[in-house]
């Protein structure tokens, strides 16, 4: 596609429940980020992938959220028995390769948890 | 932690009126940093980068300065433009454990264009 895709734009779920978040990367882009967002921060780092496998997952809060990338393009980003506090943006990326080369962000998925 | 941080979290400018945006990053080791482009609703927007080996780069309307003997990045936009007004971040590309490509971002400057 032209640009990284996020879907859904919103969410909403209730206390408790799980969910799912996915990216569609630039096609041919490699590497995968994604990155948390609360109102008037700047976007927290979660996790890192390259190709399949997840090469830096240091900023996963806790253990209830898992992301994976089983072939290499789509990301799915997964939270379990969500909380309050994880009401956030989530926003993805992706760039080419290693190395120092741009991230291009997508629009996020807006999740509210009530 | 460490942590890239902004010196001002709000600047206003008159339209036509140059801009600049500062950030300071405390960790030496980062190689590679970016300025990003934030509009309500919308995920951030690569604006220019700078690699370490470099102290200015020059885009359309914007030029990058780094001083790595202060730590300290810089974002100019000339002749800004109402559509300019946005939220500016930098972010530092932290090399840890091998080949991460970790984005670390500070909190952000709004810049606010007055017509």
């Known amino acids: 596609g032209a640009g990284v895709s996020q879907t859904p734009s919103n969410k909403v779920t209730e206390k408790g429940k799980y969910v799912e978040l996915r990216c569609d990367p630039i096609?041919?882009?490699?590497?995968l980020y994604w990155y948390r967002q609360s109102l008037g921060q700047g976007p927290e780092f979660l996790i890192y992938f390259q190709g399949t496998g997840a090469a830096d997952d240091s900023g996963l809060p806790n253990d209830r959220f898992f992301a994976v990338r089983p072939e290499g393009s789509v990301s799915t980003l997964k939270i379990q028995r969500t909380e309050r506090g994880d009401s956030a943006v989530y926003l993805c990326?992706?760039?080419?390769?290693?190395?120092?080369?741009?991230?291009?962000f997508g629009q996020g998925t807006r999740l509210t948890v009530v | 932690g460490e942590s890239v941080g902004l010196h001002l979290p709000t600047l206003s400018v008159q339209e036509g009126d140059n801009s600049i945006i500062n950030c300071a990053y405390s960790?030496?080791?980062?190689?590679?940093f970016i300025w990003y482009k934030q509009e309500s609703g919308k995920g951030p927007q690569f604006i220019i980068d700078?690699?370490?080996?470099?102290d200015k780069r020059q885009g359309q309307r914007v030029t990058v300065l780094l001083n790595k003997t202060v730590k300290h990045l810089s974002l100019q936009i000339a002749a800004t433009q109402p559509g300019d007004s946005a939220v500016y971040f930098c972010?530092?590309?932290?090399?840890?454990?091998?080949?991460?490509?970790?984005?670390?971002f500070g909190t952000g400057t709004l810049l606010a264009v007055q017509p």
């Open positions: 972010a530092e590309k932290v090399r840890e454990r091998g080949a991460t490509n970790k984005l670390i």
């Open positions: 096609s041919g882009h490699t590497a």
């Open positions: 960790n030496s080791a980062s190689d590679y």
């Open positions: 990326a992706s760039s080419q390769g290693q190395g120092n080369t741009e991230a291009f």
């Open positions: 700078i690699r370490s080996n470099m």
